[in-house]
């Protein structure tokens, strides 16, 4: 099926490289909303202006088939335990697809058992999703637009070479593809240390990417710090929370999500179980060391719905049956061993900013 390209005009920017973005931070030299990128004829059905990165098309460049090897593999050693990974099971394989790999290259598209998936993060919201890249039966091979939207990523087709959209729209915004949406596949971000203890077999992202990348280094300098308001395209943003604090957020259908400030969860402990709602019953599972991390399963077996409390050893247990289960979502004992919780494919974790601007109406946990 052939589409119609947006075609994109590029007003002004700042290349998304490590030393630019560290120099426009440091001397407020940034974009504004009044400047950025427009589709022409309307071509994006956004209520803002689409904003420029300055990177040209590709300027960041999306993997596509990287090598994926084990955790003892020399091409991982790139990473230490604390360093962050979005995880994915697919058929019960695992695989980590790190940060630093997508502070780089923001989108991996790959392979699981001969399924196609395709990782995004974007360094400047701090979201992470994956999605089943397909729309109206066709695959789509996802790139790196250059192009941003309240400061995140925006995505395009690199096989049609139509602009999607941004990526936390989820559905997609712009031109042929307006309207269509590529379904969310379930992720979780944590520590690498934490994902492997949890997936001991689990493959990841080497860093023999065919391209020469500092994969140990942030190329952002201080901007994902917890305290540090700076944006590189300034934004109209809640100030209610620290602007760059994590959250887990939960996606509704009609925008009346729920988001999990770290921050509030923490107040429960280190370690925490929430029991939520939303259309379907699931459950929150939150661990503080290591960065912290929060994880939703839908909380149903057979039919039947589960209560979670924290249990010692690291471990949580169901109400109904006392069976305990790990952070990853599998029993370990109880009449429920050996089965594990499905991960809610519309959680996922990103910046307090960024998640109030695409979900202004969702409410959020209060661990007070």
């Not at 790999?101 to 400047?124: A, K, M, R, Y």
């Not at 009346?256 to 509030?264: I, L, Q, T």
Request: net charge negative; aromatic share 10%.
């Amino acid at each position: 099926m052939a589409r119609p390209k947006a075609q994109v005009t590029i007003v002004m920017g700042c290349v998304l490289a490590s030393a630019c973005v560290s120099d426009a931070l440091s001397h407020g030299d940034l974009p504004t909303e009044a400047d950025g990128v427009e589709a022409d004829g309307g071509a994006c059905a956004l209520d803002e202006r689409l904003l420029a990165s300055a990177a040209p098309l590709e300027g960041i460049p999306a993997l596509t088939l990287p090598a994926i090897v084990a955790a003892d593999d020399p091409r991982a050693q790139y990473l230490d335990p604390t360093s962050r990974v979005l995880g994915v099971v697919v058929d019960g394989q695992a695989r980590a697809y790190p940060h630093n790999i997508l502070w780089w290259h923001e989108i991996v598209n790959d392979t699981i058992g001969g399924e196609w998936i395709s990782v995004t993060f974007c360094p400047l919201t701090g979201s992470g999703l994956a999605f089943d890249p397909h729309v109206a039966g066709e695959r789509l091979e996802l790139g790196v637009s250059g192009l941003l939207f309240a400061n995140n990523l925006v995505l395009y087709d690199r096989l049609s070479r139509d602009v999607y959209g941004p990526q936390l729209a989820v559905e997609g915004k712009c031109h042929g593809f307006r309207g269509q949406e590529m379904t969310l596949r379930g992720v979780q971000e944590m520590s690498w240390g934490r994902w492997l203890a949890l997936h001991p077999n689990t493959k990841v992202v080497g860093d023999r990417t065919g391209f020469s990348r500092a994969y140990e280094v942030y190329p952002y300098g201080s901007y994902d710090r917890v305290g540090n308001n700076e944006l590189l395209v300034r934004m109209s943003t809640d100030r209610t929370r620290p602007m760059k604090e994590r959250v887990l957020a939960v996606r509704g259908e009609e925008g009346d999500g729920r988001g999990y400030p770290f921050g509030e969860l923490r107040l429960l402990g280190d370690r925490a179980a929430v029991n939520e709602f939303l259309g379907v019953p699931y459950a929150v599972f939150y661990e503080a060391d290591d960065g912290g991390a929060a994880v939703a399963y839908a909380a149903t077996v057979d039919g039947t719905p589960l209560l979670f409390e924290v249990a010692p050893g690291g471990l949580y247990r169901d109400l109904e049956t006392g069976s305990l289960w790990t952070f990853g979502g599998e029993a370990v004992s109880g009449t429920l061993a050996g089965r594990r919780l499905a991960p809610l494919a519309n959680a996922y974790v990103l910046f307090w900013f960024a998640w109030r601007h695409f979900e202004p109406r969702a409410s959020w946990f209060s661990g007070g």
